[in-house]
């Protein structure tokens, strides 16, 4: 099994920068993508970023292309990554879920619980 631990959320006013962190543990060698996904209140939840364990390649919603960058710990293990957010904007506002992806067999996809981002205009 895996588990996740967002942290770094908070209040910031439009135009400012935020950098969340999730540390996962458990069983990270099963890990094949770590990613980032957002929602707003009375929206669905929705991507923001992925990246691959293996390649480092990475995917990103377009609301956010440009302004975010996901990146993950470097070396063999694997196990803690990264969503820098800047010029952030009123409607990047939603609580932000750390998702670890790989077999089902280990329990995966794993979430974590969330980190609230609020962008004041």
């Known amino acids: 099994q895996v588990q996740l631990v967002e942290s770094g959320g908070g209040l910031v006013q439009a135009g400012g920068s935020l950098r969340l962190s999730c540390a996962a543990s458990?069983?990270?060698?099963?890990?094949?993508?770590m990613g980032w996904y957002r929602q707003a209140p009375g929206k669905q939840r929705e991507l923001v970023a992925t990246?691959?364990?293996?390649?480092?390649?990475?995917?990103?919603a377009g609301s956010v292309k440009g302004r975010f960058t996901i990146s993950i710990s470097r070396g063999s293990i694997k196990n803690t990554v990264w969503l820098q957010m800047n010029s952030l904007k009123p409607e990047d506002t939603a609580v932000y879920y750390c998702?670890?992806?790989?077999?089902?067999?280990?329990?995966?996809?794993?979430w974590g619980k969330g980190t609230l981002v609020t962008v004041s205009s």
């Open positions: 990246i691959t364990t293996g390649g480092g390649s990475t995917n990103y």
């Open positions: 458990g069983s990270i060698f099963a890990i094949n993508a």
């Open positions: 998702n670890a992806d790989g077999p089902a067999s280990f329990g995966m996809p794993t």
